[in-house]
């Protein structure tokens, strides 16, 4: 079975502060994303990335990075957290290829409050 | 851009009924895929079932079957003989594709299903 973990379920941090997101999978996939997820507005693309040390924009990339270093790993970066980025964080991976059947996996989140 | 639709935000069902949650998507390409997924209180999302635009059936996985409507822009799941399990929020996406070798899904807002004994 694919396995996506995240490094926390719950992270409390304060404003300003530098927050780092872990996603690991442990299935030699190519494709990672990572989504949050808020309620009314479903989940919403912020990174991707589809090779190391490769990145992509999604649909909500303000006041976000991500660094892949390595092919299992994927890290999203909140350089000085906001309140308005509480939320629930999805990290997801794939495969890769152009097959559009193709499955994200998802791990199981980290829900993330700023005060 | 691509738009997907979903208007229920909640549904009540009995038990052993069937359910089908709905969904519009809104896309100018002519290639893309269509999926849902199951989130339970929980919070992990689980992969359901998968329509590919050019499949010329619907899909079916067990007790899940995707009504594929290409003309109306709909792919409605419905679940047949709901369980008490089935509790949770579906979500509907859609894959499009970048050109940069991987691509994200779009996602509905959801529809919190809930099934009543």
């Known amino acids: 079975d694919v396995k996506v973990t995240q490094s926390s379920r719950y992270l409390v941090k304060r404003t300003g502060e530098k927050v780092f997101l872990e996603c690991v999978q442990d299935?030699?996939?190519?494709?990672m994303f990572w989504y949050r997820q808020d309620p009314g507005l479903g989940l919403r693309l912020i990174y991707f990335?589809?090779?190391?040390?490769?990145?992509e924009k999604g649909d909500i990339p303000e006041g976000y990075s991500v660094s892949r270093e390595k092919k299992e790993r994927f890290s999203l970066i909140l350089e000085s957290a906001s309140t308005n980025q509480t939320s629930m964080y999805l990290c997801?991976?794939?495969?890769?290829?152009?097959?559009?059947?193709?499955?994200?996996?998802f791990g199981p989140g980290t829900r993330l409050l700023v005060l | 851009a691509q738009k997907i639709t979903q208007t229920q935000p909640g549904m009540f069902v009995q038990e052993k009924e069937a359910v089908t949650l709905d969904c519009t998507y809104d896309?100018?390409?002519?290639?893309?895929?269509l999926f849902w997924y199951k989130q339970p209180s929980s919070g992990e999302m689980i992969f359901l079932i998968y329509?590919?635009?050019?499949?010329?059936q619907n899909a079916t996985e067990g007790r899940y079957s995707l009504n594929f409507q290409k003309a109306r822009k709909s792919a409605n799941l419905v679940i047949s003989a709901s369980q008490l399990g089935d509790s949770a929020m579906y979500f509907c996406?859609?894959?499009?594709?970048?050109?940069?070798?991987?691509?994200?899904?779009?996602f509905g807002k959801g529809t919190h299903l809930i099934i009543q004994p």
């Open positions: 997801a991976s794939s495969p890769g290829g152009l097959a559009f059947q193709e499955t994200q996996y």
């Open positions: 329509q590919g635009s050019y499949d010329q």
């Open positions: 299935m030699d996939h190519e494709n």
């Open positions: 896309t100018s390409d002519p290639s893309y895929g």
């Open positions: 990335s589809y090779d190391v040390k490769m990145k």
């Open positions: 996406a859609m894959r499009h594709y970048s050109g940069g070798g991987a691509d994200g899904l779009t």
